[in-house]
Nanobody, 118 residues
Framework: QVQFVESGGGLVQPGGSLRLSCAASGFTFSSYPMKWYRQAPGKGRELVASISNSGASTNYADSAKGRFTISRDNAKNTVYLQMNSLNSEDTAVYYC???????????WGQGTQVTVSS
């Protein structure tokens, strides 16, 4: 059974940092790229960052470029999202997945809430 378990969210002040983690199971993690998505209140789920299966290639949404860093540890079946210089627009529930437009898109974790507020 495919499973994603996100963690690391919380309440942070503007300008602060958080590191999110996502533990994946039920498939050969090292064979697949991974993505982080987020969903703000009243909005759709948007792609934030992606990483190739080896970790050699990464891509970011314009809103995340220069502030967020995606990485992975294939030995631990875990993908990370380091978020710096956070602002209120980053407030959302963050999810990881292989790709929402594939077979894996039917499997979602509980997400991890990130709230940026003073």
């Amino acid at each position: 059974q495919v499973q994603f378990v996100e963690s690391g969210g919380g309440l942070v002040q503007p300008g602060g940092s958080l590191r999110l983690s996502c533990a994946a199971s039920g498939f050969t993690f090292s064979s697949y790229p991974m993505k982080w998505y987020r969903q703000a209140p009243g909005k759709g789920r948007e792609l934030v960052a992606s990483i190739s299966n080896s970790g050699a290639s990464t891509n970011y949404a314009d809103s995340a470029k220069g502030r967020f860093t995606i990485s992975r540890d294939n030995a631990k079946n875990t993908v990370y999202l380091q978020m710096n210089s956070l602002n209120s627009e980053d407030t959302a529930v963050y999810y990881c997945n292989v790709d929402r437009d594939t077979y894996f898109g039917r499997y979602w974790g509980q997400g991890t809430q990130v709230t940026v507020s003073s």
